[in-house]
Structure formats: C-alpha cells, structure tokens
Nanobody
C-alpha cells in the first residue's frame, strides 16, 4: 500500500511563502484524487486543495489565488505552493488520497504575524 510523507513545513513571516511536498512510496499515476488538508489547534481538519489525475484543481475559498496544488507523477509527489501566507494559515498540513483512509503524518506550518 502506498504511504505518504509530507515535508517542507516550517516557520515563516506573514506574507512569505512555503512549498510543501508529499512523497508517495509508490506510483501515484493511477491515483485520481490527491489532496491537502490542514488542522489548526482546536479546529477540525479542513480541506485545502485537491488535484485530479487530469490536473483539475479545486481550492477552499480562503486559499484560492494564494495556494497552488500540483503533482509530478514521475516523482510520485504532490506539491502545495503557498504564497502570501497569513497567520490564519498556521496549522498541521496533511496530504491524502481522496476518498480513502490514506493520510500522511503531517507537517507543521507556522506563520508569524
């Protein structure tokens, strides 16, 4: 079974950028939906962005225009480019194979204001 490992989180000032990566242990070329979610302290985990095998993307309104999801099937990796970061983007970010119980372990993103 494919395993997912996120990386790229860290501490950044408001207005800055980070790029998260989600590396799969196996091929993702046959996986249709891949997504990023986040969970802030005291909040439920929420959807952030998704991408289909054909490259169709979807975003939560709060990040549209600032975040970009992409996938590189040759590298078995999904990315989340995050620009113009805000304090409210602070959370643990998880990648997921959509509509399954397959999640990564998460990576912390902290945005200082």
């Amino acid at each position: 079974q494919v395993q997912l490992v996120e990386s790229g989180g860290g501490l950044v000032q408001a207005g800055g950028s980070l790029r998260l990566s989600c590396a799969a242990s196996g091929s993702i070329s046959s996986i249709n939906g891949l997504g990023w979610y986040r969970q802030a302290p005291g909040n439920q985990r929420e959807f952030v962005a998704s991408i289909t095998r054909g490259g169709v993307t979807n975003y939560v309104d709060s990040v549209r225009g600032r975040f970009t999801i992409s996938r590189d099937n040759a590298k078995n990796t999904v990315y989340l480019q995050m620009n113009s970061l805000k304090a409210e983007d602070t959370a643990v970010y998880y990648c997921r194979v959509l509509y399954t119980a397959l999640w990564g372990q998460g990576t912390q993103v902290t945005v200082s204001s």
